[in-house]
């Protein structure tokens, strides 16, 4: 299922352009690398028709200004500002996970070294406040801050999940925690910078920042579904992939303390040494299942997608602007369905 | 020779408490990290008084707010910024070059690992556009836009520098460029971002960015001097330093470019594999000798702060801050004489 992607034509087109134009100031073998990133380029220079993934949040930041009643075109600055963030820690986290495919590609490190991705990252990360800075004023100010609270968060979820991996015990609160920094915090982030360069009022801001704050942990909880039970030609990644790498995710956190007698198996499995076998994949992924870790992340990815859109009544947004945001949410989560 | 340590002890106080009060708010392991980095702590966390580095970048920024008539206090969340951008980009940088020393003790991705001075570098990049952020207004936005230049310059100049390790020849003009772009433009910033922040006229901030980038690139010369002659003990670098690593720095370039007889057995022994022994090393430090490369540096820094002080008349500034720049400049580029 696609996000929406033959929909907000003119509106993708204004993001992708204006990524286009804040990298075509990079210095070159930053604007290089940062093209193959986003899949404009292949390693040599060329230009393709990657995949160059689902631009979620800079769509989302146009929507929220258009629910705030505003010209979705003031908030382009805020949305390239939004997937420069989301993809300079795209680049960050692939050299700390050691990540080698992203959107079924060499990532960034591994095709240009792991010095230039630093910095290519940097570079991204600086880039986001340019854009931002320029749009000039009292939003601009509020809108970088905004955004620098916003890394400082992304960071927390980073350095929180990197510990993880080296705890056999994580509670599901924790695991709740980590992926609101990670993932949810720059969803807020995104609908509240669309409010806020749409013009809408600080209690508007706010509502649009619980809104994608909740979509993005619905988001999560979908992603690490999809994880272990996603089709490998629309993730891009092994079956069972968060199984194979004993990730702790959302869906497994919750079978891990369910209580049920088969978490003690699905415990062990996951403090064993060696790698899974395609029969210990399935073990363990059946056991995260009879645990209730599936429904329970289900459960979650549709309570969260509801609340979101309950808060966004009575703040008098506009209408098509609501309706747009809603089912972009609802199709976010039906990915797993 | 210090660079006036002892005065300003006021200006130092406020950095020294907005560098702790920011670092404060980051996640528990990067705060940790970045204590460390700044010499406030050991790596157990103890608190220690090591050398904390000069802080010459926010002490240029709060005296060009004194240059401009302004009150310094309210450039100290800019020069907090500057501060914070500069540790970054040395976080990132050893990381880069392969650093293990800095300030006499282990640099930070030797002391917590990679992937963690990765995180920490990114987060200090963000706190410092949150500590100009909160300042509000127009000046928050001007000065964050300023500041994100500034970091695509020095990710510029990063690019550059390491990609002149693996080229046999680098002319003089690029050795410079490169400088500009690693160390001047960040100097630049830091002074033009005080006459932001302190109430200065477009022209006065214009004319303190050019004395921060002048005296950025002397400042450069002087540290290139010091990587050849400086002494061990002050340096806290080995002897002929960046004669060992080969290191196409501004008196090497000069010499290598001077057509001097004696520069092509200086770039035998550039071109040569395997270390330099003492003889070796004494050897090529007196080729940049004779070829001319000291003196070129000594001249080009003198000249440079020279310019740098002249470029203040006539610009309608407070004596006392300009008097202040000017022996700032003039105690930098004694380090070397």
Excluded at 208 to 214: K, P, S
Excluded at 278 to 302: F, I, K, M, N, Y
Aim: glycine share 10%; net charge negative; hydrophobic share 45%.
């Amino acid at each position: 299922m696609t996000v929406l992607t033959d929909q907000y034509a003119a509106e993708r087109a204004a993001i992708d352009a204006g990524l286009r134009a804040a990298a075509a100031r990079l210095p070159a073998p930053a604007a290089r690398i940062t093209a193959y990133h986003y899949g404009w380029t292949d390693e040599a220079g060329a230009a393709v028709d990657a995949n160059s993934g689902k631009a979620l949040r800079p769509l989302l930041t146009l929507l929220a200004a258009t629910a705030v009643s505003g010209d979705w075109r003031d908030a382009v600055p805020a949305a390239v500002a939004v997937e420069m963030v989301h993809n300079f820690s795209l680049i960050h986290d692939d050299i700390i996970d050691r990540d080698h495919l992203r959107r079924h590609r060499p990532t960034a490190w591994k095709a240009f070294g792991v010095n230039d991705a630093i910095l290519v990252g940097d570079a991204l990360h600086a880039l986001a406040f340019e854009c931002l800075a320029e749009a000039g004023g009292e939003r601009a100010a509020a809108g970088a801050g905004l955004l620098a609270q916003t890394v400082r968060a992304l960071i927390e979820g980073q350095l929180a999940d990197t510990r993880f991996e080296d705890r056999d015990q994580v509670d599901l609160a924790e695991c709740v925690a980590m992926s609101e920094a990670k993932t949810a915090s720059l969803m807020g982030c995104a609908t509240a910078l669309g409010a806020l360069f749409g013009g809408g009022t600080p209690e508007q801001v706010e509502a649009l920042r619980d809104f994608g704050f909740r979509l993005g942990l619905a988001f999560q909880h979908v992603d690490d579904l999809l994880g272990i039970w996603g089709d490998p030609a629309v993730t891009g990644k092994a079956v069972y992939s968060d199984l194979r790498n004993r990730k702790k995710s959302l869906p497994v956190t919750a079978a891990l303390g369910s209580g049920h007698a088969d978490a003690l198996e699905l415990a062990r499995i996951y403090r064993a040494d060696g790698p899974l076998d395609d029969q210990g994949l399935r073990r363990a992924a059946d056991l995260v299942e009879s645990c209730g870790g599936r429904t329970a992340s289900q459960r979650a990815a549709e309570s969260l997608t509801a609340a979101a859109a309950r808060g966004l009544a009575g703040r008098r947004l506009r209408d098509e602007g609501v309706e747009a945001l809603a089912s972009l949410a609802a199709s976010t989560v039906g990915r797993a369905s």
